[in-house]
């Protein structure tokens, strides 16, 4: 396949219609490149997983306007000033593994252009430098995100350790605090969720659901 180069996002979006499905694909810089090419590790669906019903069973309580979804297509667009030091000018379509977003039951959607929530479950080559100035993309991504102005969280989620980072917006900015305990509270109140950091990683190996004597 010969790979385009330097796209718009609106040639990217017509790229990424003409791939097949199971190809992840997000726009770095106006290049096109295909994300984690091996499948990814059975924990990090599982992870992505549990946050997805995690999340969805508190929306439904607290705010049914809202679901979570993974990987959707974002739309969003940044000022200049959240590029500052990443090298490049906005040509990007980042793909959250799991995101907040507007419950819109519409046949056919598949992109976004807001998002209230957005997270990461750390990929083998999230945290290669891709980006010029050795910015790894996991970095670009969560700045860009915290950059969107409906954003109110961000979660990077590591997958080989108990790790979490959560960015929440306050009325002074962004507030980060990292959780590496399974009985710390991830408590996000603007999304009804609050449990323990262990239960992200329920069934994964760092967490193995208890076999029946």
Same mark, same amino acid.
């Given at each position: 396949m010969t790979m385009p180069s330097r796209l718009s996002p609106a040639a990217?979006?017509?790229?990424?219609?003409?791939?097949?499905?199971?190809?992840?694909?997000?726009l770095i810089d106006g290049t096109p490149v295909m994300m984690t090419p091996p499948p990814p590790l059975i924990d990090h669906n599982r992870i992505?997983?549990?946050l997805e019903r995690l999340l969805n069973d508190a929306l439904a309580l607290? /705010?049914?306007d809202r679901e979570a979804v993974q990987r959707p297509g974002l739309?969003?667009? #940044?000022?200049? %000033?959240? *590029?500052?030091?990443?090298?490049?000018?906005?040509?990007?379509?980042?793909e959250? /593994?799991?995101a907040v977003i507007d419950y819109?039951?519409?046949?056919?959607?598949?992109? #976004?252009?807001? %998002?209230? *929530?957005?997270?990461?479950v750390v990929s083998g080559t999230d945290d290669d430098p891709?980006?010029?100035?050795?910015?790894?993309?996991?970095?670009?991504?969560?700045?860009?995100?915290?950059?969107?102005?409906?954003c109110r969280a961000v979660l990077v989620i590591e997958q080989r350790r108990i790790a979490v980072v959560v960015w929440e917006r306050g009325p002074d900015g962004w507030?980060?605090?990292?959780l590496t305990d399974p009985d710390d509270a991830l408590d996000l109140p603007g999304f009804g969720l609050r449990c323990p950091v262990g239960a992200l990683y329920a069934g994964t190996h760092l967490r193995p659901r208890r076999r029946p004597a």
């Open positions: 990217f979006r017509a790229f990424q219609d003409g791939r097949p499905d199971e190809e992840r694909w997000e992505a997983s549990n607290c /705010d049914p739309e969003i667009e #940044v000022g200049p %000033a959240a *590029l500052e030091g990443l090298g490049f000018a906005g040509a990007y379509r980042p959250p /593994d799991v819109e039951p519409v046949a056919g959607r598949r992109f #976004v252009d807001r %998002a209230h *929530l957005l997270a990461e891709i980006l010029p100035g050795g910015v790894s993309w996991i970095d670009a991504k969560t700045r860009l995100y915290r950059a969107h102005q409906a507030d980060e605090r990292r």
